[in-house]
């Protein structure tokens, strides 16, 4: 499929928090209604023709995961963190592929679409290793967390002013193995979910690669892909229709537009909190830094109009 001037290639990243929300337990039939919901905006892209890579995370549904892992331990052996998150990349994978491609044929416009494993290449000397903070699974009371804590030694850290949750080690990816094969999918106008929950973790040991106990920050994975696959557009869709100065604090300002050294500056002040925008900004700014394409940041609801500038919060070269 030939590419015209308006279309374009896009990475879209969602987060796991997009897919079971605040409050939810989490059940498969709450997934795909979130998934639903998501998918009607992906459609609208996909129908203007744009080439796409949806990428997702996998936080609060891995987290579920190891907590089945840990209540189950006696009668089933508990998997690895990096078999947890390869599950996630099949379950969510599955349930976005089945409903897009349900929404674009009853458009009358189908396109092929396609759920990729796809893996990211960690380094086991990452520092993240002795310092664990992403968080998965669900949100606790701060005295639920005392208990997890006292139980199973868990690490804990209250996440943007949420909740509290279980925390694990999140290496910087460091290459995609899978990009060239993405890359020409996407060229070929298939619709590629990859690098979901920021990919599984591997290492090169030896010239084998083994599989990491980490969990990925998913945007950052997400970058290294729309970097490698020269994507046109960067698009982080959370929970915000724009990223804000002073976050729900009083004089809280939206930004409409915000270059990479201004972004810099207000995430060394402190504006973007680690386990939530932080990387998300941090991601913005090596997209925008390397390619000179920008990146937007805003909610599904927003997307379409953030394309055209019209809404959302640009980041752009200086
Ligand atoms: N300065 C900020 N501007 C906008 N949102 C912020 C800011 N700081 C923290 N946030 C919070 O960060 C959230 C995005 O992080 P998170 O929910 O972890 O991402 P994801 O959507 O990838 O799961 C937003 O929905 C908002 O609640
Ligand atoms: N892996 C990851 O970044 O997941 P979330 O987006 O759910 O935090």
Redesign the pocket.
Known sequence: MMKSKAQQTLVL??????ITKEGQKGSFSEQLENIEASCRQITGLALAGHHMVITH?N?PQVGSLLIKNELAKDIVPPMPLDVCGANTQGSLGYAIVQTLQNMLRKSGNPRELVALMTRSVVDPADPAFQNPTK?VGPFFTREQAEELIRLYAYHMRE??G?GWRRVVPSPRPVAILERSVIQGLVENGVIVVAVGGGGIPVSDKEGRYIGIEAVID??LAAERLAQDIKADVFA?????R???????KPGQKDLDVLRASEATEYLAQG???S????P?IEAAVHFVEHSGNPVIITDFEHVQAALNGQDGTRIIPD
């Open positions: 990243a969602f987060g796991g928090n997009a995370g936080g968080p996440d943007s949420r998913k945007d982080i869709l959370t929970g915000v724009k990223v804000c100065l002073d976050y729900r504006q973007f909190p386990g939530s925008m932080g998300k």
